[in-house]
């Protein structure tokens, strides 16, 4: 999920609506991004708690990436880690956005930030590529980072929406890699739900995806059931229409 904080996509400006929408939707979110500057731009006290209350609830809170890249341009990493520390923000999302890191780059500071007790989620791609990514260096990129222990990369929206415009089996071929499941599908809170419906049809109900809102979180969860107009119903439309691995609500006893 991703925090905008007070925001049209959802109020989690702090505490109390965050511990409101974690109540309702809490065991279908993974991790909580702190969107772009927002660590900096909102009051400190405000960003502690709200880290507090994820953090309480097994929420893992990260700072994103445009705040790494506006610490790495400046030379103030120390001070990055410095700060994220006195938030209380276990995480931090190292992007490349708008900067190029040499490989040995890439690697030193992740072991930087990892040494200092900051865990870290890596993206993968550019905010306007301006060609398709590369399977093959994608998949550099997924072996590369796991050496450190990271899981999972995250890949910018523009590069998918890039690569499915470069080639239609793209998409297909991506999902076919073995190491798909480590990969996580940034999505356009702007293009929710038919983007949404769409990605899980093309890659499964299992699917990883980040960016998501506040206000998106449930409607999703019920997508990758089968509940909602841009998935059909398939839910109870039949099952022919149903994709593939997904399971039925809890079943409640009727009052």
Request: negative net charge; proline residues 5%.
């Amino acid at each position: 999920m991703i925090d905008f904080g007070p925001d049209t996509f959802g109020w989690t400006g702090g505490e109390h609506g965050i511990r409101n929408l974690l109540e309702v939707a809490g065991e279908y979110i993974d991790s909580a991004k702190i969107f772009a500057m927002n660590a900096l731009l909102i009051p400190e006290k405000v960003v502690t708690r709200a880290a507090a209350v994820y953090r309480g609830a097994g929420v893992k809170p990260f700072a994103g990436g445009i705040l790494f890249e506006y610490a790495w341009q400046r030379d103030q990493i120390d001070e990055l880690i410095v700060l994220l520390k006195r938030l209380g923000i276990p995480g931090l999302e190292i992007s490349e956005n708008y900067i190029t890191l040499t490989d040995d780059e890439r690697h030193q500071l992740i072991d930087r930030f990892q040494k200092s007790g900051v865990s870290i989620v890596y993206e993968f791609g550019r905010k306007n590529p301006v060609e398709a990514l590369s399977l093959e260096d994608l998949e550099g990129i997924v072996k590369a980072v796991a050496q450190h222990g990271i899981q999972h990369v995250t890949v910018e929206q523009c590069e998918i929406d890039l690569l499915a415009k470069d080639s239609p089996d793209a998409l297909g071929r991506l999902a076919a890699q073995p190491w798909f499941e480590h990969l996580v599908i940034e999505v356009d809170p702007y293009r929710f739900p038919q983007q949404h419906a769409q990605i899980i049809h093309d890659f499964g109900p299992e699917v990883n995806l980040a960016n998501i809102t506040p206000g998106q979180v449930l409607r999703l969860e019920g997508f990758r059931r089968g509940i909602g107009r841009a998935v059909d119903y398939s839910i109870v439309s039949g099952d022919a229409a149903r994709p593939a691995g997904i399971q039925a609500p809890v079943k409640r006893e009727m009052p």
